[in-house]
Nanobody, 127 residues
Framework: QEQLVESGGGLVQAGGSLRLSCAAS????????MGWFRQAPGKDREFVAA????????YYANSVEGRFTISRDNTKNTLYLQMNALIPGDTAVYYC????????????????????WGQGTRVTVSS
């Protein structure tokens, strides 16, 4: 069973940057489509970004497109989220999620499509 562990969260001023990492336990990480989600206090979990298992397909929420970049290193079993130009509205707990797939081009934006989740890492952006 895949285990996911996020890291890299913290407190940053508006306009700053952070890079989140999600380390996967399984050597089969390259067969997993991955996503990032976030949940702000008092709000529902929302989609942030997704990447196919082969890394060829990326998709972003409108609210982060142009500021965030999702990437993966299948040799290190690690997923990344580079976050630039952070705003207070980005404050949330960020979760990575994964689903083992046969289609290397598959990705999803709905949380229900993912089978494995990390414990989350908190990002706080001060104004």
């Amino acid at each position: 069973q895949e285990q996911l562990v996020e890291s890299g969260g913290g407190l940053v001023q508006a306009g700053g940057s952070l890079r989140l990492s999600c380390a996967a336990s399984e050597s089969t990480f390259s067969t997993y489509a991955m996503g990032w989600f976030r949940q702000a206090p008092g709000k529902d979990r929302e989609f942030v970004a997704a990447i196919s298992s082969n890394g060829n397909f990326l998709y972003y929420a409108n609210s982060v497109e142009g500021r965030f970049t999702i990437s993966r290193d299948n040799t290190k079993n690690t997923l990344y989220l580079q976050m630039n130009a952070l705003i207070p509205g980005d404050t949330a707990v960020y979760y990575c999620a994964g689903r083992r797939v046969q289609n290397g081009d598959w990705y999803a934006i709905a949380a229900g499509n993912y089978d494995y989740w990390g414990q989350g890492t908190r990002v706080t952006v001060s104004s």
